[in-house]
């Protein structure tokens, strides 16, 4: 056996590598390899970036927008980012009140990075979002995750607020549609949560993503408008990823009071300098140009939801809470742990899903990575095709299940 000289930092020892992307990367190998797989294990969408944001990136490259930008992203695109928050919620921010990020994910990052001391404890509504808990702890911060109830739909119960919150509570992340239940809090409970965050000065961290991707009636609630006052004790993430099927530009922003986004921006310019920068003008393009895409995308997400929930439903012992945004169905399992394939039990999400590819050929991700060990999620931004062929071997994988 070969021995490391060199150890390993106790702050990444704790953490595990993103679980969403370790399965997706197993079920491409699979596919390379020439095996029938069925990928529902993506966390992006199944369209390709508008034409006329591909343009506008493949123009900045040609007009010599190849160098450092401002750590924080160009002015433009910040007050493309101003723009946007004021016209479609009616929320006032300013250019020094942004961070462009690489991602949304390195924006979340940057946040705890600049807010947490060792100790400080940050509230996640669980299931979460796989990446929540390891940025904290990658901090120095302590996750503590607050369950959430599949029979009140996912929604965050006031009471357990109050259960976990102690005086070393420092921040709240919410996600609302939600990855992965694609839940979204009621007023209700961005009340109650307002109510806390106000009395105690807790910072919150609202990953909105989603929130071009809501299947219902009406405005999403939103932890601003239920309560304006908190705007200096609020981040707002967002970014181009999932509303202009621009994962791979890798462009986030943070919206927030100025002197968390400058101390974020030190993190930034001792990390990444700046965002990729024809990205950012890709972006540009994208927050400034027709809105009508991430309709669009929408369109086709409705009837998919609509086929795999009812099918999921349909499943003897299978629970799954409709989702009201996002592209993700989150069922339960659990009444299948304790049987067995060939002699194999399986006990746990993480069998369960290993089960679904090994057996079934389909590719998901075990609940346990977004602190839910019940359930499995799958994403429904593949085709309709690709579903019902998936839905009808996950039947069958269900029912050649022993015991
Ligand atoms: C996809 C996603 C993000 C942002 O991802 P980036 O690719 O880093 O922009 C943030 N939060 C959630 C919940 C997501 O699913």
């Not at 679904?356 to 609940?367: C, M, R, T």
Request: proline share 7%; charged share 20%; net charge negative.
């Amino acid at each position: 056996m070969s021995q490391e000289i060199i150890s390993l930092a106790q702050r990444v020892l704790q953490v595990p590598p993103s679980p969403t992307l370790a399965v997706n990367a197993k079920a491409k190998a699979l596919k390379a390899a020439g095996e029938d797989i069925l990928n529902f294990s993506v966390g992006e969408p199944d369209f390709a970036t508008p034409k006329h944001v591909c343009e506008a990136g493949k123009k900045a490259i040609d007009d010599g927008h190849t160098g450092y930008t401002a750590v924080p992203g160009i002015p433009e695109l910040r007050e493309a980012v101003c723009m946007r928050l004021k016209e479609d919620h009616g929320w006032e921010y300013t250019p020094e009140q942004i961070q462009v990020s690489c991602g949304g994910k390195h924006g979340l990052y940057n946040i705890f990075q600049a807010i947490l001391d060792p100790g400080d404890e940050v509230l996640i509504p669980a299931p979460y979002w796989v990446s929540y808990p390891p940025m904290v702890q990658l901090a120095g911060g302590v996750p503590v995750p607050i369950d959430l109830d599949e029979s009140l739909d996912f929604d965050l119960n006031p009471e357990t607020l109050t259960t976990h919150a102690t005086d070393k509570t420092k921040a709240i992340f919410l996600n609302s549609p939600s990855n992965p239940t694609g839940a979204i809090l009621s007023e209700t409970a961005l009340k109650a949560v307002a109510k806390m965050a106000l009395e105690h000065g807790w910072l919150i961290v609202t990953d909105d993503i989603y929130e071009t991707v809501t299947y219902m009636e009406g405005d999403l609630p939103h932890i601003l408008d239920v309560e304006p006052r908190l705007k200096e004790q609020t981040i707002i993430l967002n970014g181009v990823s999932k509303s202009f099927a621009m994962t791979g530009w890798r462009i986030g922003y943070c919206a927030g009071p100025a002197h968390i986004i400058k101390a974020m921006n030190k993190v930034q310019s001792q990390s990444t300098s700046n965002p990729c920068t024809p990205a950012q003008y890709a972006a540009l393009t994208a927050l400034t140009g027709s809105q009508d895409f991430p309709e669009t995308m929408k369109e086709a997400f409705i009837p998919r939801r609509e086929f795999f929930v009812k099918e999921l439903e349909s499943i003897e012992g299978v629970t799954c809470v409709n989702p009201s945004g996002a592209f993700y169905v989150f069922p339960n399992f659990s009444a299948y742990y304790g049987k067995s394939f060939k002699g194999k039990q399986i006990n746990d999400s993480v069998a369960m899903s290993d089960y679904f590819l090994d057996e079934a050929k389909v590719a998901s991700v075990p609940g346990a990575a977004f602190g839910s060990d019940e359930f499995v999620r799958f994403s429904f931004a593949t085709s309709m095709e690709v579903i019902k062929e998936g839905m009808e071997r996950i039947k069958m994988a269900l029912a050649a299940l022993e015991g």
